[in-house]
């Protein structure tokens, strides 16, 4: 579809106010009749210092019979990183299940040293239902799924709920919403987006992930090689070949097998992760449900380490089903079996299935326990298990602290929570890895952008609205026009030496009907105001015209905004016709 770039103008906003942008590094200064004098401050880069990184632990406290304890307060915990006592800097108690509100006028103030109070339900419930179709699932099990999910929205959504779908493989996402109808006839057609491939795995000899790892990472584990050498002459003729050649035939398989999954796990959870933070600038009760098989997590603790502190930084409660269900003793129906083997290497091989399927669980048990979340697993009713965690009252506490460490070196972290109350269990997040490398203000940027105009939904921590109209240009095109306004009335500014300073990115993007982009736009704006210059600007916001030249059609806007002060995004999405 040809269509032309985006032309940008940016309307006057009083006659006392106007916005000057120059290309894309754009200032944003006040008018008041006067040309502003440079000085050394006005003409230097505007920057924004990144945050320090904290540390958020989630933490469920349970008594002897498995009810929740919900009266401990910042004087009952204790945490430490590394053997050394932290501060703690927030302390709450909080809930994923919506609560009755209190009755207003009824509402207790906490006093300091009293328990904390589990927030109530003013905001939506965001259910996000994903599934993983990329670490070789059974097609039996995609189903068990998929009917669970329908299950859960025809019997668990209730008013108010918003719900989305989405696949790890990145074939399939279903916008949150709360139309139960659409949810439904999304989730009957679903298999069909769904990867179906399953990794390419040798018939001779059949070796479980845990094997294929092992063997490919010399791992110290003689068993595995043996009875992968058994096996694979069991099966083939190895009269002529010495042992090492043969070592070799089943080291090569090993690895062929190994890094085809491993790139599948890492793939999984790159999407997991950018999934979950691109819930963070959603105001609500955000609990992911996530369907898997499961894998092996030796090769990948750092990643699934990096999807927990996503987790636990966007407020999201990561809850599992193993899409498995019930285990089994011997071979599942799905599972290739060499009936050739001899009994001595059948029952190793059972050994070695059963340890494999349990590894398996490990990440998806991490991945619930460290959030506050729930893990459904060795039963094959899966509804059950989205029930659970639906119904049941889960309440956490969720603490933070700064990190001692502030050197970006990958290194593992270890926390340890105590509590002073006898008689309770604590389940908690154990530790963390440090970042790898810095992350700048800018790639902070770029990233959040990026997500926002992936997230399944529009974020409303900045309030954005754009009208539309439309005139014809030839037979074959039309003249769109957008009028963007953002509201900046929640937008915090520094005040620097008698100037309102922040720095905001306003992206726009247009999408036909497949899905396809068609065109963009990115700018950012510098501002720098004198307080009659701020005072317009709050009273009368911030607009936009965009002009583009399209085909008559369907389209899809998105338009996002972020500021540089606190982070805070808003963005819109809109259908339309032209003509």
């Not at 139309?179 to 491939?197: D, I, T």
């Not at 009335?489 to 982009?517: S, W």
Request: net charge neutral; hydrophobic share 35%; aromatic share 10%.
């Amino acid at each position: 579809m040809s269509s032309t770039r985006f032309r940008l103008r940016w309307i006057s906003l009083a006659a006392v106010f106007s916005l000057s942008l120059i290309a894309i590094d754009a200032r944003v200064s006040s008018s008041d009749g006067k040309k502003p004098k440079k000085t050394p401050d006005q003409t230097a880069p505007f920057t924004f210092k990144v945050p320090v990184d904290v540390v958020v632990v989630n933490a469920m406290v349970t008594d002897k019979k498995g009810s929740p304890v919900k009266d401990l307060t910042i004087n009952d915990f204790k945490v430490y990183e590394d053997g050394k006592p932290q501060p703690i800097h927030t302390f709450s108690l909080e809930t994923y299940r919506p609560v009755q509100e209190p009755v207003e006028g009824t509402a207790k103030k906490q006093s300091p040293g009293e328990p904390a109070q589990a927030e109530t339900a003013t905001t939506p419930r965001y259910f996000s239902l994903v599934i993983d179709d990329l670490n070789s699932p059974a097609m039996e099990q995609f189903y068990r799924a998929l009917e669970a999910m329908k299950k859960f929205v025809t019997n668990q959504m209730l008013p108010g709920d918003l719900v989305m779908i989405y696949a790890v493989s990145g074939r399939a996402e279903f916008p949150f919403t709360s139309n139960q109808e659409a949810l439904l006839q999304y989730l009957s057609e679903l298999y069909k987006k769904l990867n179906l491939s399953r990794t390419t795995k040798a018939d001779c000899p059949q070796l479980t992930d845990l094997q294929a790892y092992r063997l490919a990472n010399s791992v110290a584990d003689m068993d595995s090689l043996d009875v992968a050498i058994i096996e694979y002459c069991s099966c083939m003729d190895c009269t002529n070949l010495s042992r090492d050649t043969i070592e070799q035939m089943v080291l090569a398989e090993a690895r062929k097998q190994y890094y085809e999954e491993m790139h599948f796990r890492q793939v999984a959870l790159s999407s997991l992760r950018q999934h979950v933070r691109s819930l963070r600038h959603f105001e609500g009760r955000k609990s992911v449900i996530l369907f898997s098989p499961g894998f092996i997590a030796e090769d990948v603790r750092y990643e699934i380490q990096e999807v927990v502190d996503r987790a636990l930084r966007a407020g999201v409660v990561f809850n599992a089903v193993d899409a498995r269900g019930l285990y089994t003793v011997g071979f599942d129906a799905s599972e290739r079996v060499n009936t050739a083997s001899n009994p001595m290497v059948l029952a190793r091989k059972i050994s070695a299935l059963q340890e494999a399927r349990m590894s398996q669980a490990d990440p998806l048990s991490q991945l619930a326990a460290e959030t506050g979340g729930y893990f459904h697993h060795n039963n094959n009713d899966l509804y059950a298990g989205m029930k659970v965690i639906a119904e049941r009252q889960t309440y956490y506490y969720v603490l933070t602290y700064a990190s001692p460490d502030i050197r970006n070196d990958g290194r593992y972290h270890k926390i340890k929570l105590e509590v002073s109350r006898p008689g309770i269990e604590v389940t908690y997040r154990k530790g963390y890895y440090a970042p790898k490398e810095e992350i700048s203000f800018e790639t902070r940027k770029k990233e959040d952008i990026l997500e926002a105009m992936q997230a399944p939904g529009n974020l409303n921590k900045i309030p954005v609205q754009f009208s539309y109209s439309f005139y014809q240009l030839d037979e074959n095109r039309y003249q769109l026009v957008l009028l963007i306004q953002v509201d900046v009335r929640g937008i915090k500014f520094l005040n620097e030496e008698a100037r309102h300073r922040n720095l905001m990115n306003l992206v726009v993007a247009a999408y036909d009907e497949k899905d396809h982009y068609i065109d963009g736009l990115d700018k950012q704006i510098e501002f720098s105001l004198t307080n009659d210059g701020y005072a317009n600007l709050v009273n009368y916001g911030m607009t936009s015209k965009v002009e583009i030249a399209v085909p008559p059609g369907r389209y899809k806007i998105k338009a996002v905004v972020r500021e540089g002060v606190q982070t805070k995004m808003g963005s819109l999405t809109k259908v339309l016709e032209v003509p």
